[in-house]
C-alpha cells in the first residue's frame, strides 16, 4: 500500500480504462452529511431502520420527512472540486465509468456523463400502486406524496435489503474488470454489494485508489490509500 500522492498522480497521469466508486464522502465537503461518520442516526432513528421497506410501511411520514429534509439540503448544495476532478478524468481517460452508491446527483449536475447510480436516486418517487416512476425535484409538501392514481409515493431509491437496479450491477463489474484502475472515493466500503468491487478489480489485477481521510477494510490491500477530503485529493491526482 502506497501512501504518495506522486506516485499515485503517475498511475493515473497513465491509465486508460478507468472506473470509479463513490460514496457519500465524496459529497461531504458540498455539506451533505454522510451516513456513518456521524454515528448513522437521524432523530435519534439508525438509518438501517429507517432505510428499508419495514420501515416506510411502519412510518412513511416519518421516512418521507427524513428524504424531504435531505431532498432540500442537496437542493442547496453545490457540486465541490472533488465531482468536478471526477468530469476532467472522464474527458482524458480513453474509457471511464462513474459508478456511484449516492443518490444526490451531483455527479450528473458536475457533468459526470457515465454515471452508474447503484441506489437509485433521491429525485425520483415510485408509486407502490400503479409502479409509475416520476422524476420530482420541487418541495414536496404533503407527505407521504400521493401519486394521481391515488397510491402513495415512496422515495426511488435502494433500501437495505433491496435489489438493486435492473443490470446496474452487472455494467459496473464489467467496467470493474477491464479497467485497469480503480479509484474509490468517500465510501466506507460496508455495504454490498457496491463494496465488492474492491476486491474485484484487486482480483483482476488492476490498480485500486483509495481516498478517503479514514482507513477502510480494504486500505491495506489497495495500492495508494491517499487519506485526506476528495475537494482536496482528487483535483491534486490531476
Ligand atoms: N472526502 C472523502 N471521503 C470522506 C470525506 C471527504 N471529505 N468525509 C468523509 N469521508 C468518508 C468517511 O471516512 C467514510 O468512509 O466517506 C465515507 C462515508 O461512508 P458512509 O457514510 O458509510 O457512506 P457510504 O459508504 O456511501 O454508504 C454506503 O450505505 O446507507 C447506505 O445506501 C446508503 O449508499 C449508502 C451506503
Keep these: 500500500m502506497r501512501t504518495s500522492i506522486e506516485a499515485a498522480r503517475e498511475r493515473v497521469r497513465r491509465a486508460k480504462r478507468v472506473a470509479v466508486l463513490t460514496g457519500a464522502g465524496v459529497s461531504a465537503e458540498s455539506g451533505i452529511p454522510t451516513f456513518r461518520s456521524n454515528g448513522g442516526y437521524w432523530r435519534q432513528r439508525r438509518f438501517e431502520d429507517l ?20 431532498r432540500r439540503g442537496i437542493a442547496r448544495a453545490e457540486p465541490n472540486a472533488g465531482h468536478r ?13 462513474l459508478i456511484t452508491q449516492n443518490v444526490d446527483g451531483l455527479h450528473e449536475r458536475a457533468g459526470s456523463r457515465n454515471v452508474i447510480r447503484l441506489h437509485g436516486s433521491i ?5 407502490l400502486g400503479c409502479r409509475r416512476e416520476i422524476e420530482e425535484h420541487a418541495e414536496l409538501n404533503e407527505l407521504p406524496p400521493l401519486c394521481e392514481c391515488g397510491g402513495m409515493l415512496r422515495p426511488g431509491v435502494v433500501w437495505f435489503g ?7 450491477m452487472e455494467r459496473a463489474a464489467s467496467a470493474v474488470s477491464e479497467a485497469e484502475l480503480l479509484i474509490v472515493v468517500g465510501t466506507s466500503a460496508q455495504v454490498y454489494p457496491a463494496a465488492g468491487l474492491i476486491p474485484m478489480a484487486l482480483g483482476a489485477g488492476a490498480a485500486v485508489l483509495e481516498v478517503n481521510p479514514a482507513e477502510t477494510e480494504f486500505s491495506d490491500d489497495v495500492t495508494f490509500a491517499l487519506r485526506g477530503g476528495a475537494a482536496e485529493i482528487l483535483p491534486a491526482l490531476l
Design 162 to 168: 433491496e435489489s438493486l437496479p435492473a443490470g446496474a
Design 85 to 97: 476532478a471526477l468530469v476532467e478524468l472522464e474527458a482524458r481517460a480513453e474509457r471511464f465509468t
Design 51 to 70: 432505510a428499508t421497506p419495514q420501515g416506510f410501511a411502519r412510518d412513511p411520514k416519518f421516512v418521507w420527512t427524513w428524504y424531504e429534509e435531505r
Design 123 to 127: 429525485w425520483s418517487l415510485r408509486c
